[in-house]
T-cell receptor, first 117, second 113 residues
Framework: EAGVAQSPRYKIIEKRQSVAFWCNPI?????LYWYQQILGQGPKLLIQ????????DSQLPKDRFSAERLKGVDSTLKIQPAKLEDSAVYLC???????????????FGPGTRLTVL | SQKIEQNSEALNIQEGKTATLTCNYT??????LQWYRQDPGRGPVFLLL?????KEKRKERLKVTFDTTLKQSLFHITASQPADSATYLC????????????FGSGTRLSIRP
């Protein structure tokens, strides 16, 4: 079974530039998550999709971050404009079911390491 | 507000010994708690889930306990091996939602030969 795919693996940009990350979840997984992981910290949830609808985006800085999941499969996360403090690893995860099925394990991709100069 | 605390300092132990990692939480009672392993440059990998009505769960050399009175979970690796060296994260759902999880900051474990 193929895992969660993410690209690019690394990205270096200057502040105020824009950047986009792509995620392809495990086939058949209804729930998709984007996390931000700053060095030395645990992953922080940015946004959670159930199929192509947003379940939770309470910690997404909506003035600069946006995400979409068209057709309930692939997803993109965009930052525009980037700030220095956005330097982090951006992780995508998926789970078979979300919502009321509370015990689902999450499968993570390898992440995209973003450096903002 | 809710808080999850894990040993902030790295844990270094001798191969063959039992490693014990701690996860403490405050201000509410989660329905379950999960443990993940994360290697450098990779995403977390799910290891175990323990429900609030379970005191203990085992998987091969791993054992997790869940004390809802102490608001603490302990994660044990018996007969530790250098390959067990990684960062271990605990995660639990916030009171506001059962469908997402919040991660602790993780404990880095190093097993020396």
């Amino acid at each position: 079974e193929a895992g969660v795919a993410q690209s690019p693996r690394y990205k270096i940009i200057e502040k105020r530039q824009s950047v986009a990350f792509w995620c392809n979840p495990i086939s058949g997984h209804a729930t998709l998550y984007w996390y931000q992981q700053i060095l030395g910290q645990g992953p922080k949830l940015l946004i959670q999709f159930q199929n192509n609808g947003v379940v939770d985006d309470s910690q997404l800085p909506k003035d600069r971050f946006s995400a979409e999941r068209l057709k309930g499969v692939d997803s993109t996360l965009k930052i525009q404009p980037a700030k220095l403090e956005d330097s982090a690893v951006y992780l995508c995860a998926s789970s078979l079911v979300g919502g009321l099925a509370v015990y689902n394990e999450q499968f993570f991709g390898p992440g995209t390491r973003l450096t903002v100069l | 507000s809710q808080k999850i605390e894990q040993n902030s300092e790295a844990l270094n132990i001798q191969e063959g010994k039992t490693a014990t990692l701690t996860c403490n939480y405050t201000n509410y009672s989660p329905a379950y708690l999960q443990w993940y392993r994360q290697d450098p440059g990779r995403g977390p990998v799910f290891l175990l889930l323990i429900r609030e009505n379970e005191k203990e769960k085992r998987k091969e050399r791993l054992k997790v306990t869940f004390d809802t009175t102490l608001k603490q979970s302990l994660f044990h690796i018996t007969a530790s091996q250098p390959a067990d060296s990684a960062t271990y994260l605990c995660a639990l759902p916030p009171y506001s939602s059962a469908s997402k999880i919040i991660f602790g900051s993780g404990t880095r474990l190093s097993i020396r030969p």
